[in-house]
C-alpha cells in the first residue's frame, strides 16, 4: 500500500517543488521544505531549503539523503 501511495503522489510533489521554486519568497520555499522533509522527499526539501538560504536544514536534509 505504501508503494502505490508513492507513486501516485510522487509526481505532485515534483511539480509542487517545482512550482515553489520559481517563486520568489524565500519563506514559501522554507515551508515546502519543511512539508517536504515530513514526507521524506530529501532531495527536494534539500533543494528548497538552499533556495531559502536554510543552510542548516538543507545540510540535514543532504546528509539524510547522503548525497553531500
Request: with cysteine.
Amino acid at each position: 500500500r505504501k508503494i502505490f501511495f508513492n507513486r501516485l503522489i510522487f509526481p505532485f510533489i515534483i511539480k509542487g517543488a517545482t512550482i515553489a521554486l520559481r517563486l520568489p519568497g524565500k519563506e514559501i520555499k522554507e515551508e515546502c521544505g519543511k512539508l517536504l522533509e515530513g514526507l521524506r522527499q530529501w532531495p527536494e526539501a534539500a533543494e528548497l531549503f538552499e533556495k531559502a538560504e536554510c543552510w542548516d536544514s538543507a545540510a540535514i536534509a543532504y546528509i539524510k539523503m547522503k548525497n553531500w
